[in-house]
């Protein structure tokens, strides 16, 4: 794998794991704040309170966004976006999560404490992290195809129409089966 494509790999994952964080902290943010009013808990407290576990569930988002991009990478390697099918895609998420936060946590716990939580206190880890990646997993796909069909070029065609706007060549426009010097210049 050249550097470019390993650099730009890298990239995606970041990416990936930055939107499961935003996503993940979100949705944990508000049912946490949520739970704290339930609780009689007053509203300042209790908003601090479901900012802080939004932010913790926002670090497991982008560990289990990570590992997301890793399965989506080798799982829909060489399919188009239109090709995929959101609910399917939520889905995978759903399963992935649920199955790799709990997994994770105790791996976790055995590498710093030698022991293992009891699986009835982790249970409830597998049920959000299988709602939240599930709705992560199906909302990026959807926003993403969505997005697609409302700019349908290619990843080539925007790269050279921003290399053109940087280089000061204005409205020239390289059409697929020319070469670059063979551009046209239209008014």
């Not at 790999?9 to 902290?25: D, S």
């Not at 999560?97 to 293992?116: C, E, K, R, W």
């Not at 982790?122 to 599930?134: N, P, Q």
């Amino acid at each position: 794998m050249s550097d470019e494509k390993g650099f730009r790999r890298l990239r995606a994952a970041f990416r990936n794991a930055v939107v499961w964080a935003v996503g993940w902290g979100a949705i944990g943010s508000a049912i946490a704040t949520a739970m704290r009013f339930i609780d009689n808990i007053p509203i300042g407290y209790a908003i601090l309170d479901g900012l802080g576990m939004g932010l913790r569930i926002a670090f497991i988002g982008a560990i289990a966004g990570t590992a997301f991009f890793g399965f989506i990478s080798l799982a829909y390697r060489g399919k188009r976006l239109r090709d995929i099918s959101w609910v399917r895609f939520g889905i995978g998420g759903a399963i992935l999560a649920g199955l790799f936060v709990p997994a994770f946590l105790q791996t976790m716990n055995l590498i710093s404490d030698g022991s293992t939580v009891p699986w009835n206190l982790v249970f409830d880890d597998l049920i959000f992290s299988a709602v939240f990646g599930g709705i992560t997993a199906a909302g990026t796909m959807f926003l993403a195809q969505r997005y697609e069909s409302a700019h349908p070029v290619t990843v080539q065609e925007l790269l050279d129409r921003m290399e053109r706007q940087t280089l000061g060549m204005g409205k020239a426009t390289t059409y697929r089966n020319e070469k670059p010097s063979q551009s046209v210049e239209r008014s």
